[in-house]
């Protein structure tokens, strides 16, 4: 009987270890998911709801850029703070927060506030800080290079970052003025593919032009023009880009930071819709090859619904 018993112990130690070993080579490593993140002002709060998904479903994020309003939502996410923390700091946020009116030869605005809600709301300050790595785009104003930070302060390379041409004073930084990241990358895709990030995420905030609203002010014509000139120079983020995102973000101004909640939501939509696409990019499931399959049929394959490269 003892013997028995040990044969039975044994057969059963066998097939836990035979089942083991199957369900390791039926799973594929997952690929590292890096996101950029584009500016677009308040529309930038989109990105929130896009990483509240993220969060909920669990799916890590290896590293994030991010161009003027994608760096503020960036910072505060690779600093560690949650979607929740971050959607209550929008719902109190309006652009007096981190614009002033100046007299400047340089702009109508300054950015300087930002600098205050930074230091207020980060955890981290510095980058060697931040949970998550974090690249934040601006723009050399001297020579159009890409300014691609990565150490130091954190509120000065945001600020950088977020110095909108002709709307806010160029911002210094290491002694060399900068302006906005849009300049250089709408979406800043291409430092992650330098990276080595293996599937990048773009959020493109861009809304369809209203051809039948004329424009409130100086600012909307500035925008406007700069929205046209970013259209045609999209070629080079788009081919760095595994996966694009893009929100429907239309009839939303750029300073509509009081319609917060809203912006959110539309975030969260559109990437729970492309959830299934994102896992697949990922290789979050395991390999259909390994999965059993009825006679006859194959593995199904889901459509992404998003604009994608190999």
Known sequence: ?????????????????????????GKVAQRSLGLALGGGFARGLVHIGVLKVLEEEKIPVTAVAGTSAGAVVGACFCSGLSAAEMASIARRLRFKDFARWTLDRGGFYSNDRLTHFLHHVLPCQNFDELKVPLAVVATEFPTGHPA?????????????????????????????????????????????????????LGVLLRPEPNLSAAPRHFLDVTVQC?????????????????????????????????????????????????????????????????????????????????????
């Open 1 to 25: 009987m003892n013997q028995l018993t040990q044969i039975s112990h044994s057969v059963q130690a066998f097939f836990r270890q035979l089942m083991a070993q199957r369900e390791r080579q």
């Open 226 to 310: 700069f929205a046209i000139a970013q259209a045609r120079m999209s070629s080079q983020w788009m081919q760095d880009a595994d996966m694009i995102l893009q929100p429907d973000v239309n009839g939303y101004a750029f300073d509509q930071f009081e319609k917060a909640d809203e912006l959110v939501a539309i975030g969260e939509e559109a990437m729970r819709a492309e959830l299934p696409a994102l896992k697949d990019h990922l290789r979050v499931t395991k390999s259909p090859s390994t999965a059993p399959q009825p006679m006859g049929q194959q593995p199904a394959h889901r459509p992404t619904g998003l604009h994608t490269s190999a």
């Open 148 to 200: 691609i930070f990565e150490s130091g302060p954190i509120a000065d390379a945001v600020r950088a970052s977020c110095a909108y041409p002709g709307v806010f004073t160029p911002v210094v930084v290491n002694g060399v003025q900068h302006v906005d990241g849009m300049l250089s990358y709408e979406v800043p895709t291409t430092p992650l593919k330098q990276r080595g990030i293996e599937c990048v």
